[in-house]
Each structure stands twice: as structure tokens, then as C-alpha cells.
Nanobody, 124 residues
Framework: QVQLVESGGGLVQAGGSLRLSCAAS????????MAWFRQAPGKEREFVAA????????YYADSLKGRFTISRENTKNTAYLQIDSLKPEDTAVYYC?????????????????WGQGTQVTVSS
């Protein structure tokens, strides 16, 4: 497992942008598939995006394509989630997750390392 620390959340007006960061403790960060999930109040945790280990191919939840961009800097052991054109329905706690086993993984049970989450609140 690897320790993950998210940052970058906050209160933003609808239409604005945020970039979330996820700092990882792993020496072999490049070997981890990194993902972002989110959980809104009263709802289940949902997959947002992931970026595959090593070569960095990204994939997204179908319903969220277009406004979310996941990226990684292996030299900094950090993954990012850029969110543009924020909407009130994007309000949620955003979690960073990591796994070494599955290259393409969209289910939370496929990830064995999680951060504590960062709150994103979008006002209308």
C-alpha cells in the first residue's frame, strides 16, 4: 500500500475551475494506476477518472467526460485532477486511490490505497 494525501479542494462558484493534487509516498509511483473517485452526501462513491501506470493512458467515467482531466507527474509522485466548468452537482468529497494490480480499474474495491479526501463545494 501507499500513503496518499489530497489537496486543492475548496469552495468555488459554478463555472470555475479547480486542480486537485494527490501526493503519494511510494518510491515506485510510476507502477501504480492512480484514480479519482468522489462521494456526494447521501450517495455512493463513484469513479471519476484513472491514469494507467507507466505510460499514463487516461480514462474517464462516461458521464463525466469533457470537464475532467487526470494527469500525473511521476518525478513528483503526484497525480492531478483538473475540473473545469464546475457545477453544483460536482459538490462532493474527492478521493485519490492507487493500485498496482489492475491497469484499468473503475471500481473502488480494485484499489487498495486511499487518501483522506478533499472537499469540493460548488456554489450556484
Amino acid at each position: 500500500q501507499v500513503q496518499l494525501v489530497e489537496s486543492g479542494g475548496g469552495l468555488v462558484q459554478a463555472g470555475g475551475s479547480l486542480r486537485l493534487s494527490c501526493a503519494a509516498s511510494a518510491r515506485t509511483f510510476s507502477q501504480y494506476t492512480m484514480a479519482w473517485f468522489r462521494q456526494a452526501p447521501g450517495k455512493e462513491r463513484e469513479f471519476v477518472a484513472a491514469i494507467i501506470r507507466n505510460y499514463g493512458n487516461a480514462y474517464y467515467a462516461d458521464s463525466l467526460k469533457g470537464r475532467f482531466t487526470i494527469s500525473r507527474e511521476n518525478t513528483k509522485n503526484t497525480a492531478y485532477l483538473q475540473i473545469d466548468s464546475l457545477k453544483p452537482e460536482d459538490t462532493a468529497v474527492y478521493y485519490c486511490a492507487a493500485n498496482q494490480k489492475f491497469a484499468r480499474a473503475t471500481m473502488s474495491r480494485e484499489y487498495d490505497s486511499w487518501g483522506q479526501g478533499t472537499q469540493v463545494t460548488v456554489s450556484s
